[in-house]
């Protein structure tokens, strides 16, 4: 018994003297990486950094943080920022935004308001710490300017992770639901109130591969670039409309785009009537604008339906027949 006490007192011993080295070299790192940031482009100020939890938790807590970008024009606000890690699992970390952030953008300033905004990471527990995993999640995230038009959703979810048997491959997602757009955009896109006042669902999801992986010990003076871009899904769904969209693109050294994508809209005379109602088309225009979609409609059999291709060669975009114009760069 007396054996069993002594083991438990030594244990005991080793762990809170773990605790405490892990302690002090989280904030000392966090310091160190928040002066490296000061003293790098952009600027970055806070109050205190604190961190707690003994015995099974490093939680730190940062106080009025406060970042700005090299050119001057974003400034970022937050009162508290949390980072929380299990002390026997380092490797992944949980951050804790505020309720209220605040954005200024060039003098206009935004109240970014959330119900609750978490994002989550893991790195691989080796030297490089390779990426593994990272998602942020909102719920109900409002962006509020001080004349107080408003962009609300119901939630807002966006991920990243290592897909399995890859090294430098990375599925990408982000989805949107339950979109209300400012009054002012949405009477500048419908100003005849054709479509419901809630967009329903924005979706994106692809595959990445790019040149080296993602290491947060890695390099500092290796860049990664994206290799491939593959679209696997592109949805929005706003009242009987839908647009969805699957292809492939390839930047060659200087970003250049091949590649084609696949582009299909549901009941897409709705955007060709808000198209009209906008002034974008002529109403006396729509007859042809429709007749010149149907004969490049490549899906004719499916009723409601416009599918076309968007084919980018060298950085040139055709949509079908029609020349579109330089694609934008990739890198």
Known sequence: MRKLIVLVVVAATLYGGYWFVGRSQIQDRLTEALVQVDAGDYD??????????FPSRFDTTITDLEFYDPTGRVT?????????????????????????QTLDIDGEVFTLITNDMRASG?????????????????????IRSEEGAELAMASLLAAMRLSPGT????????????????EDIRRMIDPQNLQPPIIQNLRF????????????????????????????????????????????????DFG?????ISISARNWQQALDLAVST???????????????????????????????????????MLGAMPLGAAPLLR
């Open 44 to 53: 970055l100020s806070y109050d205190t950094l604190h961190t707690r939890g």
């Open 76 to 100: 970022y606000f937050a009162p508290t920022f949390q980072l929380f890690a299990l002390s026997y699992r380092p490797n992944e970390v949980i951050a804790v935004f505020p309720q209220e």
């Open 122 to 142: 893991k790195v691989r527990a080796n030297a490089a710490l390779a990426f593994q995993t990272a998602t942020i999640e909102a719920d109900n995230p409002r």
């Open 167 to 182: 090294t430098q491959t990375y599925d990408a997602f982000v989805e949107a639901r339950s979109i209300v757009l400012p």
């Open 205 to 252: 999801d692809s595959d990445v591969t790019l040149s080296a992986p993602i290491e947060l010990n890695g390099d500092a003076a290796m860049s990664a670039q994206i290799e491939t871009l593959s679209i696997t899904e592109f949805a929005l769904a706003w009242g009987d409309m839908s647009l969805s969209a699957i292809g492939d693109v390839t930047p060659d």
């Open 256 to 260: 250049v785009l091949n590649g084609s």
């Open 279 to 317: 002034g974008v088309v002529n109403a006396d225009r729509r007859f042809l604008v429709l007749e010149i979609a149907n004969n490049m409609d490549e899906t004719p059999h499916i009723p409601d339906t416009l599918t076309l291709t968007l084919n980018i060669t060298d950085g040139n975009m």
